[in-house]
């Protein structure tokens, strides 16, 4: 029986490196099959391959200059005879390669690959075709590099396992964490994620390994202490059994932002400041030509009205557009404010325009692997308590103008129908301004209620707690990844179902399917404890969302005095 491993690459001037690790054939395999090809200047490149298997050890090296392809073939023939492998083992390995250049290097190549290129017994041109070599057994017949593993060697780096082995050797021990199992870690198994037994204080463990480890390897890994997966119990010291992952950093911090992403974001703010410049105009229905409310209040009407007849409306309607886009801007701030300290990178917020609110909030990405739990609560709650806190400033100002007869010339009418949408929001309109005033088709309203409204329903679907949400993120990191499963099945069902947020529910739970729906990536530590007031903080959050994306059922509407509900 035998093995083949062929390989074609093209390139030119490039400094590459793969691996190929083993691929066993009937007893016999491939165990090390690397390439290397480096270009240094005013000297010949160099193309060295080493193949190792059970018939013994082949190298080969080929000098070349510029090369458009290179194919390296052998094979390893055993013989049922072992004294005929001791003496011959050579012979059991033969490798061919071909390469074509320019014309004018092809004298040059054929003396040098005929000095530097050959077998162990049998010379081969570098010119000439590969032999036919006939493969024994089925296993042979489709034996080639497919697309896997083009993926697997074109995937990330993995980590070095002389790195591994250095690792377990000096790091590692019975005073601190004793290994017995290693297996992958990471969302491509690029890394390595040892079990075994704590030996002490798991965070005084994890600090004193994290800074060994730099004096080991120097500062190419970032060490992760994740809950051990499937663990059958808790640790006996008390809290879940922990593991220790080990990653490269290229592969496990994320990319910087890249210029199209600058440009993408742009425009996306472009397309909110009008979203939210339309939503300032549909804010005045009343004032609003006929083709215009129409167009705003008809479904099933498709074709926009004639611009020119807006433009008188721009002016009056830029406040509430100011309100909306101050609420996103104090959002953000807020995440900025509170990374700062921590010395977390975040990515320019990609804010996302909707008609109806003005905007659906932003997508704000992590761009540092965060420390650990608490520093995730913390950055994920800054966000929307900032934005909650001017949203609900402006909403209180405007409740309070709107029974203010000196801004009766700024008040706008909106349908009653309008307060039903929000339980929380609809009570304190109805303390505000009353049953006689809320009990009527129409309610006159500052703009600013309706600012601070959909500044306050936008930051309650921010905080919904599913997948990189503010609120999934904010669950994640004060409760743990199998409650924000939980949370997060919950939360899905209830949009679904449009038990939150009323005619919202479906297009705010595609975007986040679609834009939001994955997970945080875990911190460096990522199983100590938050403290119990922000586990509070979040719990209290959490049902304040609840109450403001519930919307209020008819007969409740009715018996509160929200909106005047009309029964045929």
Known sequence: MGTLASCIF?????????????VPLHNEGIQVFKIKSSKKKKKKGSFSCCLQSKGGVSYRRVSLRTFDSFRCFCSANNSSNNSEKN???????????????????TEEKSSSNAHEFTSDKTPTSASSPPPTISPVGSAHNNFQIDSFKLMELLGPEKVDPADVKLIKENLFGYSTFWVTKEEPFGDLGEGILFLGNLRGNREDVYAKLRSRLVEITGDKYNFFMVEEPNSEGP??????????????KEVSEPGPTTLWQYVIAFLLFLLTIGSSVELGIASQINRLPPEVVKYFTDPNAIDPPDVELLYPFVESALPLAYGVLGVLVFHEVGHFLA?????????????????????????????????????KVDISLAGPIAGAALSFSMFVVGLLLSSNPDAAGDLVQVP??????????????????GYTAMHASTVTIHPLVIAGWCGLTTTAFNMLPVGCLDGGRAVQGAFGRNALIGFGLTTYTMLGLGV???????????????????PEKPCLNDVTEVGTWRKAIVTVAIFLVL??????????????????????
């Open 10 to 22: 093209s390139f030119s001037y490039v400094n590459v490196r793969f691996r190929l690790h083993s």
């Open 87 to 105: 003496e011959d083992n050579a012979s059991n390995d033969s490798s061919v390669a071909t390469t074509s250049s320019s014309p004018d290097e």
């Open 235 to 248: 640790d006996p010291r008390g809290g879940p059994r922990v593991s220790f992952g080990l990653l490269r």
């Open 339 to 375: 990374a700062f300290p921590k010395k977390v990178k975040l990515s320019i917020p990609f804010f996302i325009p909707n008609i109806t609110l003005g905007s659906f909030g932003a997508i704000t990405q992590f761009k540092s692997i965060l420390p650990d739990r608490s520093t």
């Open 416 to 433: 009653s129908t309008l307060f039903q949408g929000s339980l929380l929001l609809g009570l304190i309109s109805r303390a505000t301004l």
């Open 500 to 518: 939150l947020g009323g005619p919202l529910s479906l297009p705010w739970g595609l975007y986040v399917i679609i834009c939001q729906r994955t």
């Open 547 to 568: 109450f403001t994306l519930l919307p209020v059922w008819d007969e409740l509407a009715e018996e509160l005095g929200i909106g005047l509900v009309t029964t045929f």
